[in-house]
């Protein structure tokens, strides 16, 4: 599905260099020698081969695997396999035995990782989210928290035409260290923005390529000037100008593009995709118009909000992938009767049999920021959970056009691979360590801001046994009476061991929820007349 | 008897029988008087309308005391539970109902009700409409905060000379009358500019500082929306907390959330008493009343040496007033305020009283030792830093929700900003009484979202469904009615596509009384 070509490469150095031109001489010596330095760091490799052994692999693109070897090799997968598989004598193995891995999830649209999610300027083809990328955003740190290692980071709604995105690993010091693919996709809106109507709106994005293709005909036909100059100096008969413009347009070069256009050049020759953000249904119809009016079928996503669902017969007959808003259920009051109906938006594509991503919510609430809860989410309302997990991994991949490099477990992808201490859909579940391209970029037992929030329960028991921290921190309470207090009263201090009640209370560790109690029933209710 | 409450004289009288009795549980429960309860709870218990008759199988009884009972056989005849059996045989010819997982019916027991239906999108950040409403909408960042708690344009945008919508930042002057107060008073409109839900208005009363003497009931609309959205959420009963404008605050109000509309106020509880700031006001402290200059006639008390002062002086008054003393002074409470206060004195009325921060928990130890009062703890966001205050001295909590980055009605406050995941978990293995709320937060799963949270924030998942249902109804007094899947029991029931609380599973039907009152994919009866 590879329609986005971008460069692979974090950023090409001398882009870098001539962005330092803008900076004061003095700096720039002093900046070009660090930036040497680092360069010849970014190359991304892990340690040097890593191999994750003993845990289930969830590896979404084929079978889970029991007990299973993935070997990653300078941040390349390079074999996934059963025990069986060969591990190099110098790989570094983790054991990961009780845990499930699955690959890391693909964030398919988010502007949390932006200082500002918006430019002021209404069309803004020409910034790139690079600049405004802010590597110390809790955002990041959250998302790996939360097992998301890739993420596309694009700028907001609030737009006629956006800036140029990216994808971001959720790991890094500076953008330059977190970017992993420059040049996804152009934001284009055809909700209005801030302050426009929507007359307006969509007169200005017509304009924007309107002009662009006023620009490039003159750059096309000056091209076409140009060569002919070379060739013959003597201008005997020139061409009328359809014709020399016609012409002139395989002549232009990369380099003849300005500042200005490249974005949009780069959209139209296919090297960009094209998000487009429709806040509502009404909205869906003139950016599906556009997409068919530039044939940008195969490179256009449609971001969506609001009731825009109710469009979902336009949407799947112009075979569109689609990126949900985090607001995964819609709810509208009838104006007459005040009735509110709820729609569960996911389903509305599943059933259409349009390919959808979601997001993550951005406004904070817990278990809607995980992007996992958001994946359980589909799975109640009826899709496997293989496929919601696919939804979230391979498939976001897949819209984002990553796909060759992210989403699955499969040899020859990178090596981003996420522990679980279970299921990743089911809430109950943990993120015990997180390996962006085979570097632990995350581990649970070292995340401080987590331990302030919830420190473990001081156990005797927890000690020994770290690993299954995450399901054991409940203790058989079913005997105890809430009366019963005093017990625990003195164990305010953090490490007050050896209760001979916790001690009672591990062994029924095992089962907690299942069967405190044999005898049957209604005995104990009987008094209750 | 003679507390009973003011309203229920105009209210029709085939009401009565019932809801003197649920009143009566409602008042001891937190008294502890049981043998009330058991004299009284024979024969109210019978709803005036004959209710279908179900057989239930389930393959898991999650029976709300902690036990599970394995393929649990459930009789339900008009609207009781009349068996509750283990591997039991149905009958020939019941209209048996083959579930896989059941609890009961959930109890919220700090419920914010949504009287007027404004919060349209439940469980939204309030403050995400005032962006949405002034366009910014975009700018909203959960976690981007102005040194007042709140997120403001003036944080999310960086820009210097945008002052916060709550606090005025950078003036660092929550004053009432700042522009950007204004701003929003003239582009939304009243208290729904401050981040107010509109209902809290309705339910928040500004007139005085002390009004134990109103109740709650009289500003809930019961055939609110938000009583179908509680019962989708498996919420069957729920206690209506008054919201925290006053020191001294009305009396909330027991209600079902189904059933025939006559029918669904259970009775008045707790007089609820606020210490510390008050969340609704931008959260800072607290604010003379809207549209109004400050006056000595609107003065409210703007620290929290004020607050405590004038819930001491309340209770005072209530005191002199028994002893045939005329209070005085400015903030002499009312003649019906004391009245009410002296039988919470007496122990006749329970309090509750709503204390976030770790300070505020110690401070309404220190007052309600003063007055020798039992009180329920609400919403003690910092619980965590006295739990061992609060576990040895055996108060009753009502916690929740559970959160990182608040939202909803505490997104609105400063108090909120000390939560900790592991409170929860904390105040249940220290052997706090704890029911757990959801508050003002709905959605997909409202309350049962919580026990999720509950659960994987350490609490053990049987221990979780005690929080919602058997705790609260013990709280409240209705343990002898709900809470348990028990014999004799209101048949108030939630039926699970898988485990309970599991995020891969959800509410499949809700039974109230016996009646479906909530079918997925199916019409509502």
Redesign the interface.
């Known amino acids: 599905m590879s329609r986005v070509s971008g460069s692979k490469e974090p950023m090409l150095p001398n882009r870098m260099l001539s962005k330092m031109m803008l900076t004061p001489r003095p700096m720039v010596s002093l900046v070009a020698a660090l930036l040497l330095f680092f360069s010849t760091q970014v190359v991304p490799a892990g340690e040097a081969k890593l191999a994750l052994t003993g845990g289930t692999v969830m590896t979404v693109s084929g079978e889970s695997i029991a007990g299973g070897v993935v070997l990653i090799e300078d941040g390349i997968i390079t074999a996934v396999g059963t025990a069986e598989t060969e591990i190099p004598y110098d790989a570094m193995e983790v054991d990961c035995t009780g845990m499930i891995l699955a690959p890391g999830f693909v964030d398919p649209h988010s502007s949390?990782g932006l200082?500002?999610?918006?430019e002021n300027l209404p069309s803004a083809p020409f910034v790139d989210v690079f600049d405004a990328l802010d590597p110390s955003r809790?955002?990041f740190e959250d998302s790996l928290r939360n097992g998301v290692t890739s993420i596309h980071v694009m700028q907001?709604?609030?737009c006629v035409v956006g800036g140029v995105s990216r994808i971001v690993h959720p790991i890094g010091l500076t953008p330059h260290e977190m970017s992993r693919q420059a040049g996804v996709a152009l934001k284009l809106s055809t909700s209005p923005r801030?302050?426009y109507g929507r007359m307006r709106q969509l007169a200005e994005l017509r304009e924007v390529f309107e002009e662009y293709d006023r620009w490039r005909e003159n750059l096309a036909e000056s091209r076409y000037e140009q060569e002919a100059d070379k060739e013959d100096d003597d201008d005997s008969d020139t061409l009328p100008p359809e014709e020399s413009r016609s012409q002139g347009q395989e002549l232009i070069r990369d380099e003849d593009l300005d500042d200005q256009h490249r974005h949009l050049a780069h959209l139209i020759d296919g090297r960009l995709g094209a998000w487009i953000y429709c806040g509502s249904a009404t909205d869906v119809a003139p950016a599906l118009a556009l997409v068919a009016d530039r044939d940008w079928k195969d490179r256009a996503v449609l971001v969506l909000a609001g009731d825009a669902h109710l469009a979902i017969e336009e949407i799947k007959e112009a075979g569109i992938d689609v990126v949900l808003d985090s607001d995964l259920?819609h709810?509208k009051?009838d104006l007459l009767t005040?009735d509110?109906e709820e729609t569960f938006i996911p389903d509305v594509y599943r059933r259409a049999g349009v390919r959808f991503a979601i997001q993550p919510s951005?406004?904070?609430?817990?278990?809607e920021?995980f992007i996992g809860?958001q994946a359980?989410?589909l799975?109640?309302s009826g899709i496997t959970?293989a496929e919601a997990l696919r939804i979230v991994t391979l498939g976001a991949a897949e819209i984002c056009g990553i796909d060759d490099r992210y989403g699955s477990i499969e040899v020859g992808k990178i090596g981003n691979i996420v522990l679980w201490t279970g299921?990743p859909?089911?809430?109950?579940s943990w993120v015990q360590k997180v390996f962006v391209e085979g570097i632990l970029a995350y581990d649970l037992e070292k995340d401080a801001r987590l331990e302030?929030?919830?420190?473990e329960?001081p156990e005797p028991e927890e000690a020994p046994a770290p690993l299954d921290d995450e399901g054991t921190?409940?203790?058989?309470?079913?005997a105890?009476p809430?009366?019963?207090?005093?017990?625990?009263?003195a164990?305010?201090a953090p490490a007050d061991d050896g209760e001979p009640l916790e001690e009672k209370s591990s062994e029924k560790g095992e089962a907690?929820?299942?069967?405190?109690?044999d005898p049957?029933?209604?005995s104990?209710?009987?008094g209750?007349? | 008897m003679n507390q009973q409450p003011r309203h229920l004289s105009p209210m029709k009288t085939s009401l009565m029988r019932c809801a003197v009795w649920f009143a009566i549980a409602c008042w001891s429960g937190i008294l502890a008087l049981p043998a009330v309860l058991a004299a009284e709870g024979e024969d109210a218990v019978t709803p005036a309308e004959v209710l279908r008759d179900v057989t239930i199988r389930a393959q898991r009884a999650h029976v709300g005391d902690g036990r599970v009972l394995e393929n649990a056989l459930i009789q339900v005849q008009d609207g009781i539970i009349v068996s509750v059996v283990a591997n039991g045989t149905a009958p020939e010819g019941v209209n048996l109902l083959e579930v896989s997982d059941i609890t009961p019916g959930l109890i919220d027991a700090n419920a914010r009700i949504d009287v007027a239906d404004a919060i349209y999108f439940p469980g939204e950040d309030p403050r995400l409409r005032i962006l949405r409403a002034m366009g910014l909408e975009e700018h909203y960042h959960g976690g981007d905060v102005c040194p007042c708690g709140s997120v403001c344009p003036a944080m999310t945008l960086h820009v210097a000379d945008v002052m916060c919508l709550y606090c005025g930042w950078p003036d660092h002057d929550p004053h009432p009358h700042d522009p950007a107060e204004e701003l929003i008073a003239g582009s939304l409109g009243g208290d729904q500019a401050a981040g107010v839900p509109a209902p809290s208005g309705v339910i928040n009363e500004q007139s005085s500082e002390v009004v134990p003497h109103f109740e709650v009931l009289d500003a809930i609309d019961q055939g609110s929306d938000d009583f179908d959205r509680l019962l989708k959420e498996g919420v069957t009963t729920i206690y209506v907390s008054p919201d925290s404008s006053a020191v001294v605050g009305a009396r909330g109000s027991l209600m079902k959330t189904g059933g025939p509309l006559a029918s669904r106020y259970l009775g008045a509880g707790a007089v609820k008493g606020v210490l510390g700031s008050d969340a609704y006001r931008y959260g800072s402290r607290n604010r003379s009343p809207f549209r109004t200059n400050v006056s000595v006639y609107t003065r409210r008390p703007d620290s929290r040496m004020g607050v405590a002062w004038v819930f001491r002086k309340a209770f005072h008054d209530a005191l002199l007033r028994a002893k045939g003393v005329t209070p005085s002074g400015a903030d002499t409470s009312s003649p019906s305020a004391s009245r009410v206060l002296s039988s919470v004195l007496a122990g006749e009325i329970p309090l509750r009283i709503q204390a976030r921060t770790g300070p505020d928990i110690e401070t309404a130890f220190r007052l309600c030792g003063e007055f020798g009062v039992r009180f329920t703890l609400e919403d003690p966001v910092e619980a965590w830093k006295r739990i061992d205050l609060l576990s040895s001295s055996g108060v009753d909590v009502v916690f929740g929700p559970v959160f990182d980055v608040p939202s909803g009605i505490l997104a609105g406050t400063n108090e909120s900003r000390e939560s900790r995941l592991h409170t929860l978990r904390d105040l249940v293995t220290s052997g706090v009484e704890v029911s757990l709320s959801a508050q003002d937060l709905r959605g997909e799963e409202g309350l049962s979202r919580q026990v999720m949270l509950a659960i994987r924030h350490g609490v053990d998942p049987a221990m979780a469904l005690r929080l919602v249902t058997q705790n609260p109804a013990k709280l409240l007094g209705i343990d002898q009615q709900v809470g348990t899947i028990e014999t004799g029991k209101r048949a108030d029931l939630v039926v699970w596509s898988g485990t309970p609380f599991s995020s891969l599973s959800r509410i499949e039907k809700v039974l109230h009384e016996g009646e479906f009152s909530f079918v997925r994919g199916g019409v509502k009866k």
């Open positions: 949390d200082d500002i999610p918006n809790f955002f907001g709604n609030n801030r302050g259920i709810r009051r005040g509110v951005r406004s904070g609430a817990m278990p920021r809860y359980a989410r799975v109640r959970p299921d859909l089911d809430l109950n302030r929030l919830f420190p329960e921190s409940e203790e058989g309470q079913d105890k809430a009366e019963g207090t005093p017990e625990k009263t164990g305010e907690p929820a299942d069967k405190p109690v049957p029933k209604e104990s209710v009987a209750g007349e």
